[in-house]
């Protein structure tokens, strides 16, 4: 038993050293992001037993380096940290559209509306005043840029926001390979018993900000292989794995409507090579027959990899048939449209949008291995959601259901659409009230005209333009629909402008079809008053491309004009100034909707946050304290070293000197 | 519960941004003066603040309405107030002339007289309002009375007569002039009988047209004459200026081609009977008595015409004044809804500050202190 004790005071220095060690390493990432403060493991070594004393204590053995952290309080901040990420992006991008409004002020919605209605005024007050037919003009066009700018703004965000889902899907991505390499850091490190305490300070700061980006599931398993346990962690988002212990998974995103273009120009080359099989001049060599037959057959195979569901009959020049350079009939047809036709292109698939406001080359996220992403599940949430909801969101009924930009822009259109269609059916009577027609799907020049008024018994009538008097008679409602779809006011205040040149109106504006082509963007001045400002009509006997107007104080058109802005049943939300009002307190309730909730789920995550702080951080009062108890540890078993040497001093030196 | 260092300066952050957000609302409020910066502030009181700042515009349109329609009657009440004294002017001549006995000479004064009053009346009658005729109903780019010799063109043929027309001097119908059933009977007797012209017809001094003339291309009328496109042809052609939501007021005031009319009738009678005395045989006393009556009846007439307009320009002053009442309230109403109550405001933002500062102060000297600073 020579020299047990120094064994038993060495213990305690190394130990104490150790402890000096986690604390500096505590103390010099006091400010480490996603750090948790380690805690030394002591415990008494094993004791020695049989001297009959009982048991004597060996001094001090450091089991461990504990990292404090409670994966409870993790569990926790994770599934409420999704909310706060989505409501942080709504609560931001909802601002940013309220300001595109400018409402409330002087200068946004209110100033432009009463504008375009004071002008009318002013000029029925003098209507064949020139300036005041000009600054009518001019109202008019203030008006629809209104508008067009809040039109394309809003486009402008979305284009934007598709940039951030893209920037969401890609951080996601990098988050996942690095959870997946940390899991196998992790699980190299703990093979032989120790905590990875850094690793696993590092994956759980990689899922802090997953799980803002997008709804977290973790779960950790222990697995026996070889009688040995190991930790497996996987995540999965939205409800799908993301990372399986070593396994990750890729998210990926795909251009809308890229699938319809490859198949369209697939289409296209078909047609084109199968017509080439047949030019007879000049005549075709077998080896190019060939090559042309094994082109269409590989085009056939990548159009059918494209989408299965396309199906090919008849004769398209099958390599078998040579040498014949022929094809019999032959069709590409996908769900019962017929694609392409004996040699010749029938028809394109349209770009396929998921909102008809959209623009164009929006991004749809999809797993990279295949698998379907449901953009639109509910049970989503996260930063990516919140951007996909701004993004796509349009309303009640659509496929993503949140009232986002696309259903501001359709709001938008459809107040222009409703506008434009009162209006201009107003602008179109004439003085016996009968709402002057042309048919705008006709050839013929002139285009016929009709007319349509409410008869007595409320019902709508169309009146032949010889005939006002006998309604046209239509064998069933659905060929008075049809006859209505094709009818459009002769003259118009309000149509759009073409693509060809910005800012001009279009001279054959198509109004038909319920104002399909007019949307808050293109929505514009007619092409006549833009031309001159003389065109405005007054008054219902004032025919302007004729000179005709017998009365030029008359004003009773404008006046019911200028009816039109208290006219309830414009939108079934009441006037012009209701529907406005509408949008902008829908606006403003779900903008004060994501504040609320992104200032509800900030106090959680931050209260959750404050209680994982509790138990992680390091405090430096704390570590100062340690490191006195350490130091003052290792004082005294240096103390102990020296009060033994001093005993074996005397034992060696003092009794041996004999 | 263990409480490190990085909570509390957690906390304290958190609630400096608290601190500050509120600081930063009430900065913009003392800023902007107004409640809401944009409608998630309160969607409620965007809404109506909304509507509210529509009304006021509306009132000021209605307003600057009002006082055109104003300025419109007044140039309106002007001209008849003249009229009236003019026919004023007139009967008094024709009271001069029955009760004296006239010579030659009185009577050719009475006979210029007359007729310079008939001039000015027919200026009266065509008084324009920034260059429109305040008189003709719609067609206010054609005077009542013509004031120069005018020719039907291409635009304007055929015209239907719609009221009678006696030409004030020498006229011409143009070739293809319809004359109407009962014929045309020319001041010398001779009956047109009805149908087409085939050749242009000049038709001497006082001749009247009979309701339902077709007037062809060519016909030419010279000054003084009824204006043929607006006698009987502006029945209901009031001018409707918007004076409220749904309200409105016509501004013109109607009949004055009928009055005219009228009048010329009068006093060509005058003119006739004194150019042709004492051949006519006629007593001019007993004529210039049954004009009196008559003036008296154009008198009513124009009464009753400036009755019409005083009592809707009283209207107008009543609107005018209520929209003034409207706009000052509805202003009132925008102000409650959407601006701040500065003191309020002041006081919360001094204490809020209040608050700020000694946030910052705690702030300070929590962060400040550790251990260390006690080791040594």
Redesign the interface.
Known sequence: MAFFEFNIAVSGLFASQRGLAVTSNNITN?TTPGYSRQVLGQTADFPLTGLGVGMLGTGVATTNVMRMRDSYLDTKLWSQNDKLGEYRIKAQQ??II??V?G??S?TG??KV??DL??GI?DL???P??KERQVALRQQIINYTKYFNNISASLSGFQRDLNYEVKAKVDEINLLGTRIQSLNSQIYQAEIYGDEANNFRDARDLCVDRLSELINVQTREEEVEIDGKKFKQFSVKVAGQTLVDHMFVRELGIEVRGAKEDQINNLSAEIAAATTKLVTPLPPLTSSEIADLQNLIANKCTKLKSLDPSITITGNIGDPASIPAPTYGAYEISLGGQVLVEDGTQLMKLPKEKLNDEDVDGLYDVVWKDGLPFDMSDNNMSGELKGAIDMRDGCGTGAEVSYNGIPYYIKRMDDYVRQFATAMNETYSKDKDGYVELIDATSAAIPKPTYFKKVDENGVLQYYNEADKNTPITFATTAEKKAFELQCQPKYQLFTYTDGSSAGTPEANPNLTNAYKLMTAANFSISKEIYDDAGNIRT?YEHYPESGTN???????LL?AL??QK?NKKMYKEGDP?DY???I?????????EA?MYLKTQTSIT?NI??QR???S??????E??NL?KYQQAYQAAAKLINTIDSIYETTIFRLGNF | MRVTNGMIRNNMMNSLYTNMARLDTLYNQMNTLKKIQRPSDDPIVAGRSLKLRINVLEAEQYKSNTEEATSWMSITENALDNITEIIKDIRTRCVQASTDTLEKEDRDKIRTDIEQLWEQLQQEANVTYSGRHVFSGYKTDEPVILSKETVLTATDAPLTLEGEVTVSKQAVLGAGTVIPAGGLTLPDGTVIPPGALVTSLTIPEGTTLPVGTELAQGTTFSSGTVNPKIVGKIDGQNIQYEIGVGSTISVNTLGMDDFMNKLFADIKEIKDGLDNYPDNGIDLHDMFDGKIGDFDKRLSGVSQMTADLGSKMTRLEYTASRLTDDKTNFTELLSQTEDVDLEEVYVEFNSQYAVYQSALQATSKVIMNTLADFLR
């Open positions: 006091a909802n601002s309220e300001t409004y409402e409330p002087d919605f209110t509306i009463n209605f004071n005024d029925s007050k003098l064949d005043e008054n017998p009365n030029t104080s008359n004003n009773d006046l200028s009816a208290d100034k406005m009002t509408a902008f307190s829908e606006l403003g309730i779900n903008a004060q504040n931050s946050e404050n702080l509790s138990v951080q390091v405090d430096p009062n704390e100062f304290a006195i």
